[in-house]
């Protein structure tokens, strides 16, 4: 087994961090899928004296980075571990156990008779996924990264009757986007409430944040749906990404989501990006996936995400 030494990672990490999560990307789908500003975020989020591990080799180089994340005060976490390619089994099964146990401590803690252990996984690597249905965890749900590309400047469309746009710049606005998210997404897979200050923090401590490019709509006066667009895609892809696309049940059916997408497109172009992405389960209770691949966009790769309840 490789000799290694497993310590709490610190803010300074980072880059060691992010350099061995982009080799592992590389060897799963070739291109690395996470930038350092993205892992600073993930370490400020994390409570790292608890729920987040290292392993270097006897050189200190970072081969392993596993962590636990809390969904709010829910019974449910999300969860991960990188292993750096080559790397002896030895690395992974410690940083296994080491997350399956700090959730069952997490439970504990949290007063639940029990826990539920999210994890993404590429659909392209399957020995990852094995290693997964091997711990005991099954398949739950995927989800679908779809982009489109532009070859010029796009279109702002038209907004339906009665439909006013307003960037989240004030915290009236940002109230009425964190309740349009709230709401639109309570039967989403894995969706956990949050109170408005906990969401607002956790938009504000992230550095892909920008409140201009979260829209909310009114019809007729009433918030009605939502765009939240990010950076995390303009500093290694030069693409704009919707973070969030959500319209209040009562406002269904008048085609909002096309609208504020389109809007998102349009937005995207005069920005300069080549393209736009998103991500959707694709097994949304509303029919999201048709919608955005009717608007032109397509599959740039898919990840399951595997679930077990201790």
Same mark, same amino acid.
């Given at each position: 087994?490789?000799?290694?030494?497993?310590?709490?990672?610190?803010?300074?990490?980072?880059?060691?961090?992010?350099?061995?999560?982009?080799?592992?990307?590389?060897?799963?789908i070739?291109?690395?899928?996470?930038?350092?500003?993205d892992?600073a975020d993930?370490?400020?989020?994390?409570?790292?004296?608890?729920?987040?591990?290292?392993?270097?080799?006897?050189?200190?180089?970072?081969?392993?980075?596993?962590?636990?994340?809390?969904?709010?005060?829910?019974?449910?976490?999300?969860?991960?571990?990188?292993v750096?390619?080559?790397?002896?089994? !030895?690395?992974?099964e410690?940083?296994?156990?080491?997350v399956?146990?700090?959730?069952?401590?997490?439970a504990?803690?949290r007063?639940?008779?029990?826990?539920?252990?999210?994890?993404?996984?590429?659909?392209?690597?399957?020995?990852?996924?094995?290693?997964?249905?091997?711990?005991?965890?099954?398949?739950?749900?995927?989800f679908?990264?779809? !982009?489109?590309?532009?070859?010029?400047?796009?279109?702002?469309? #038209?907004?339906?009757?009665?439909?006013?746009l307003?960037?989240?710049?004030?915290? #009236?606005?940002r109230?009425?986007?964190?309740?349009?998210?709230?709401? !639109?997404?309570?039967?989403?897979f894995?969706?956990?409430p949050?109170?408005?200050?906990?969401?607002?923090?956790?938009?504000?401590?992230?550095?892909?944040?920008?409140?201009?490019?979260?829209?909310?709509?009114?019809?007729?006066?009433e918030?009605?749906?939502?765009?939240?667009g990010?950076?995390?895609?303009?500093?290694?892809?030069?693409?704009?990404?919707?973070?969030?696309?959500?319209?209040?049940?009562?406002?269904?059916g008048?085609?909002?989501?096309?609208?504020?997408?389109?809007?998102?497109?349009?937005?995207?172009?005069?920005r300069?990006?080549r393209?736009?992405?998103?991500?959707?389960?694709?097994?949304?209770?509303?029919?999201?996936?048709?919608?955005?691949?009717?608007a032109?966009?397509?599959?740039?790769?898919?990840?399951?995400?595997?679930?077990?309840?201790?």
């Open positions: 087994m490789d000799r290694h030494t497993v310590r709490r990672p610190r803010p300074a990490d980072a880059a060691a961090v992010h350099e061995l999560v982009a080799a592992y990307d590389i060897s799963v070739g291109v690395p899928d996470i930038t350092l500003a892992i993930e370490l400020g989020e994390l409570d790292t004296e608890r729920d987040a591990w290292l392993a270097e080799d006897d050189t200190g180089t970072p081969n392993g980075w596993a962590w636990v994340l809390p969904k709010g005060d829910s019974d449910q976490v999300d969860v991960e571990v990188v750096r390619p080559g790397t002896g089994d !030895g690395v992974s410690e940083l296994w156990a080491a399956v146990e700090r959730s069952r401590r997490l504990v803690e007063g639940h008779e029990g826990v539920t252990l999210d994890i993404g996984i590429y659909r392209s690597d399957e020995d990852k996924q094995a290693l997964a249905k091997g711990l005991g965890f099954e398949a739950a749900t995927s679908h990264r779809l !982009g489109i590309d532009f070859d010029g400047p796009v279109e702002t469309p #038209e907004p339906p009757e009665g439909l006013t307003h960037p989240a710049l004030t915290d #009236e606005l109230r009425a986007a964190h309740r349009i998210h709230q709401e !639109g997404f309570a039967d989403h894995g969706f956990v949050l109170p408005y200050e906990e969401w607002l923090d956790r938009k504000a401590a992230s550095a892909a944040t920008d409140w201009s490019q979260v829209l909310v709509a009114r019809v007729d006066g918030p009605a749906a939502l765009l939240v990010t950076d995390h895609f303009a500093e290694d892809e030069n693409r704009g990404y919707v973070f969030t696309l959500a319209t209040l049940p009562a406002f269904r008048r085609g909002l989501g096309r609208f504020l997408l389109r809007t998102a497109f349009a937005a995207d172009a005069a300069g990006r393209g736009t992405l998103l991500q959707v389960d694709a097994n949304n209770t509303t029919p999201a996936l048709g919608l955005y691949t009717s032109g966009m397509r599959p740039v790769l898919v990840f399951d995400v595997w679930r077990r309840r201790i």
